[in-house]
């Protein structure tokens, strides 16, 4: 409403009189953003025949979901780990399960202390076969307290992730399903 206001050059309550004039409905601002961020509609596609394998992909990602997942945010479904193979299996079920967008698909990379990141970014596009430009910013996470574990992954821990509310939500409630059907 506030850029159909600008646009017109009028005010947001004019908007409003008129919408409601008329049983326009408005959406929220959640529904707004959404569309304004994905204009040409979602940039996933989920595919609704699967064959054996693809059965087994969407298992397999629905328990390394489960167990290594980020389900702290509402908008991100995002996999870390400091294996590349499990990171390989989330990314075939966001490509041939979610039929995400490539260039939707980000990477982050957390390197400790005692690693470089360059030789990191260098090992994870090789293993993810991916260009070393798809890694955002690096971190590096300084010594952390005094303890003794010595087996810190020497290429850090990467970060794979599509942020979409909707896509999100579809996981979850088949995480959900699963939970439920497997309730003794």
């Not at 989330?90 to 990379?109: A, T």
């Not at 005094?146 to 979409?164: E, Q």
Request: aromatic fraction near 12%.
């Amino acid at each position: 409403m506030a850029e159909i206001s600008s646009i017109l050059k009028c005010s947001n309550h004019k908007i409003v009189y008129w919408m409601d004039k008329y049983n326009i409905k408005r959406r929220n601002r959640s529904e707004a953003s959404y569309i304004k961020q994905n204009p040409n509609g979602d940039p996933f596609k989920i595919k609704q025949k699967l064959n054996d394998r693809e059965t087994f992909l969407l298992g397999l990602t629905l328990g390394i979901y489960w167990g290594e997942g980020n389900k702290s945010t509402p908008h991100s479904l995002s996999v870390t780990n400091t294996d590349s193979g499990l990171l390989r299996t989330y990314i075939r079920f966001l490509i041939d399960i979610c039929q995400v967008k490539l260039d939707k698909i980000k990477y982050y990379l957390i390197c400790f202390n005692d690693s470089d990141p360059e030789q990191a970014k260098a090992y994870w596009s090789q293993e993810l076969r991916i260009s070393p430009s798809k890694f955002g910013k690096i971190v590096q996470i300084s010594p952390q307290g005094k303890g003794t574990y010595k087996k810190k992954s020497k290429y850090g821990v990467c970060s794979v992730a599509v942020s979409n509310i909707k896509l999100k939500k579809w996981f979850m409630e088949k995480i959900n399903e699963q939970r439920h059907a497997w309730v003794v």
